[in-house]
């Protein structure tokens, strides 16, 4: 690719200058100009000369050399041509860091030797002094940075094996190519690549831009990705105390997809499990009081053995067995509840009910797919609203209802465990059940 760029200026100096066109010409731009690559850049004027030309070049982000190798490192160059230069005319570059240099004929070349990871730029300032004094100027700039990787995909063909995939900012140049290392050794080139490095693994991924010049190689900065995977994390969450045939709920999370699990209590009976043991969440209800150990034993994929246990402290409560959320709020004290109305307007305080209160109840707590459930509320001076959502908060359905007696269906819940707050005035109250 070629590059030729005019600018006109005119120089202000003692003496008055007319201006008249400069180019500079030569291969420029990120892909076309490889740094540490030595680069010929002409530049040119568009008159006769009728008496001394002289050519200032000025270069950052690099090195510039002229005739007779004379060069420059981010300073400027003053090339001379031996035509009609006596020293009458006075003849002078502009700045103290020149070195000069002498060509022969109308325009000067010069070769530049761009630095990696820079953005470069070359400046050129013809004059001339003679019968018409005259002066102009031109530049080029050119980016010869490489990109840096932004992140690592990977995509598992195996529990110890995938293929990597480098995310760059930027189309690679020519000879420009990604490289790879694997805990800090180099593991090869190629974008995506294939390594039998996987979940089950425990090392530290690397990629980078590299390419090949006539010196060193030049490289960019790299992005690493860690991969833990051949120490099995494991935690197990849940409440540490309980009530008796109360709903609890517990789940693991691990750094290994686990393949096989199973939940028991120790000891043996002294919890009942609803639905599926089979995954790594589980809802349990206590049937005897003391401390009581839930635990999870299973294989991860990665072919490790495991159990982890939590020990959990079992209490008597008055509280009907479908109620878990029941509490006596003192209503001058009560807080101003998070919830929002449908007019958006904030609940003032909150009441809820003890077990011998029939006002609210849900029933049945624990229901097939497709069953019903009834919600009793308070009596109802105002609509009330009821809320379902699952166990990380997300809402899943509302509705608003007149009748102290309402009825939901069931059957476009999944099987899981979920949460219904009812609100109405100045009172709210909530309650989990399941659906199997």
Not at 246 to 263: A, H, P
């Amino acid at each position: 690719m070629l590059f030729a760029l005019f600018t006109l200026s005119s120089f202000m100096a003692a003496d008055a200058y007319a201006c008249f066109n400069v180019n500079i010409s030569g291969p420029n731009g990120r892909c076309a100009v490889p740094a540490g690559v030595p680069t010929t850049y002409t530049g040119t004027h568009g008159f006769t000369s009728s008496g001394c030309t002289f050519y200032e070049w000025e270069v950052e982000g690099g090195t510039i050399i002229g005739p007779g190798g004379v060069a420059v490192t981010d300073g400027k160059l003053c090339i001379v041509e031996n035509v009609l230069c006596t020293a009458d005319l006075a003849v002078s570059c502009d700045g103290a860091d020149i070195d000069p240099a002498v060509a022969g004929g109308n325009g000067a070349s010069v070769t530049v030797i761009w630095r990696a990871g820079e953005d470069g730029s070359l400046k050129l300032k013809v004059k001339e002094k003679g019968e018409i004094t005259l002066s102009g100027s031109a530049s080029v700039s050119n980016d010869i940075s490489l990109p840096t990787p932004t992140a690592i995909f990977f995509n598992p063909s195996s529990p110890t094996s995938g293929t990597f995939t480098a995310s760059l900012p930027e189309v690679l140049c020519p000879g420009q190519t990604v490289s790879w290392t694997i805990n800090g050794n180099p593991a090869g080139t190629g974008n995506p690549r294939d390594f039998n490095i996987g979940e089950c693994s425990d090392a530290v991924v690397c990629a980078f831009v590299s390419q090949t010049t006539t010196g060193a190689p030049l490289v960019s900065g790299e992005f690493c990705r860690v991969f833990d995977g051949g120490n099995l994390d494991i935690t197990m969450f849940g409440e540490n105390s309980a009530i008796l045939n109360g709903l609890s709920d517990y789940y693991l999370e691990t750094n290994q997809d686990v393949t096989s699990i199973n939940w028991f209590t120790i000891p043996a009976g002294a919890g009942s499990f609803l639905g599926p043991t089979n995954s790594t969440s589980v809802l349990v209800s206590f049937v005897q009081t003391g401390t009581i150990e839930i635990c999870a034993s299973g294989l991860t994929e990665c072919g490790t053995e495991f159990q982890k246990c939590k020990l959990v402290t079992v209490a008597q409560s008055n509280m009907r067995p479908d109620q878990d959320i029941v509490a006596e709020v003192d209503k001058g004290n009560a807080e101003t509840p998070e919830i929002e109305t449908p007019s958006g307007k904030q609940l003032p305080d909150i009441k809820a009910y003890r077990s011998d209160d029939s006002s609210f109840a849900v029933f049945p707590t624990l229901a097939s797919q497709g069953q019903d459930i009834t919600v009793q509320l308070p009596e109802l001076n105002d609509a009330a609203t009821i809320i379902i959502s699952d166990m990380q908060g997300r809402k899943i359905s509302q509705l608003q209802v007149t009748d102290s007696s309402t009825r939901i269906g069931t059957s476009d819940l999944p099987t899981g465990v979920f949460i219904l707050t009812a609100y109405s005035g100045q009172w709210m109250a909530s309650t989990k059940f399941v659906v199997n």
